[in-house]
């Protein structure tokens, strides 16, 4: 059974890092796209940001410039690398594998001010 492991989020300071990751069983990222989500308490989620099988990326105007998205299918990996966080950040951020219709459990990142 396929499924998705995010890992390294935390507690951080307005204007820090933070990278989070997401991990799969098998070569299920190999090709396909993988995203990025967060869901803040009282909202909606939202996509953050996605990348191709070829690398191609995409990321929501509201992180452009601040986080990047990048992949390892070596490693059934995806990452998102965080920079000048900022309170609105503060999130449970979740992977997401649309062609396997699967979300991970998420993992919380909080920015303090």
């Known amino acids: 059974q396929v499924q998705l492991v995010e890992s390294g989020g935390g507690l951080v300071q307005a204007g820090g890092s933070l990278n989070v990751s997401c991990a799969a069983s098998g070569g299920v990222f190999s090709g396909n796209v993988v995203a990025w989500y967060r869901q803040a308490p009282g909202k909606q989620r939202e996509f953050v940001a996605g990348i191709y099988g070829n690398g191609r990326t995409n990321h929501a105007e509201s992180v452009k410039g601040r986080f990047t998205i990048s992949r390892d299918d070596a490693k059934n990996s995806v990452y998102l690398r965080m920079t000048v966080l900022k309170p609105e950040d503060t999130a449970v951020y979740y992977c997401?594998?649309?062609?396997?219709?699967?979300w991970g459990r998420g993992t919380q990142v909080t920015v303090s001010s």
């Open positions: 997401n594998l649309p062609s396997y219709s699967l």
